[in-house]
Nanobody, 119 residues
């Protein structure tokens, strides 16, 4: 069982920055890919950014050049640095850990943290 706890959401003006953190339990963090998703009201949850155990990254087109995902294995933590925020970035952001268990992928999710971009 993996527990994920997100920190760092809040209200920010357009053009501002926020850094989200996600702390994970367990001893295998360094072996697992991690990701950030978001869900805006009335919309489906979408992938924002992902990072592999080897630190390869990928991003949604809408956030490329503005968001950066990173990880600190010594702290079992993954980060999402969000710069040049736009009102359309407003959403609940979720930390995700997909893990292979018994031949199947089991997705673990945090509780979510609200990010609101508004003047």
């Amino acid at each position: 069982q993996v527990q994920l706890v997100e920190f760092g959401g809040g209200l920010v003006q357009p053009g501002g920055s926020l850094r989200l953190s996600c702390a994970a339990s367990g001893s295998t963090f360094r072996l697992n890919a991690m990701a950030w998703y978001r869900q805006a009201p009335g919309k489906q949850r979408e992938l924002v950014a992902a990072i592999t155990s080897g630190r390869s990254t990928n991003y949604a087109d809408s956030v490329k050049g503005r968001f950066t995902i990173s990880r600190e294995n010594a702290k079992n933590t993954v980060y999402l640095q969000m710069n040049s925020l736009k009102p359309e970035d407003t959403a609940v952001y979720y930390c995700n850990s997909p893990q292979l268990q018994n031949g199947n992928i089991k997705n673990y999710w945090g509780q979510g943290t609200q990010v609101t971009v508004s003047s």
